[in-house]
């Protein structure tokens, strides 16, 4: 599977952002899907991950509350809803998959989307 993490850019403290995950190659329903983020001069940091039918989730401690993440198989894209933004949420988001449910180990990494929060 291939995957490819769209929608960042520049915005404010406590705006919204909704990134995507489109998949391609085998069917993304097959996979555990996560979001990792990486700042410059910090590690990979686990964001939160969805299970291959959408029901399970869990989360990063860092954006527990705030961020939301789901998945529509149908369109083969996984989404990670980020509300109340805030400047150190500014990284790099990447999205990959999840081999082993519960987790924060990441495979099969795609190419990332910069999300960038002003003060």
């Known amino acids: 599977v291939q995957l490819q993490a769209s929608g960042g850019g520049l915005v404010q403290a406590g705006d919204s952002l909704r990134l995507s995950c489109a998949a391609s190659?085998?069917?993304?329903?097959?996979?555990?899907i996560g979001w990792f983020r990486q700042a410059p001069g910090k590690e990979r940091e686990f964001v939160a991950a969805i299970n291959r039918s959408g029901v399970g989730s869990y989360y990063g401690d860092s954006v527990k509350g705030r961020f939301q993440i789901s998945r529509d198989n149908s369109k083969k894209a996984v989404y990670l809803q980020m509300n109340s933004l805030q400047p150190d949420d500014t990284a790099v988001y990447c999205c990959?998959?999840?081999?082993?449910?519960?987790?924060?180990?990441?495979?099969?990494w795609g190419q990332g989307t910069q999300v960038t929060v002003s003060s």
């Open positions: 990959a998959v999840i081999r082993d449910w519960g987790t924060t180990q990441g495979d099969y």
């Open positions: 190659g085998q069917a993304v329903s097959w996979y555990n």
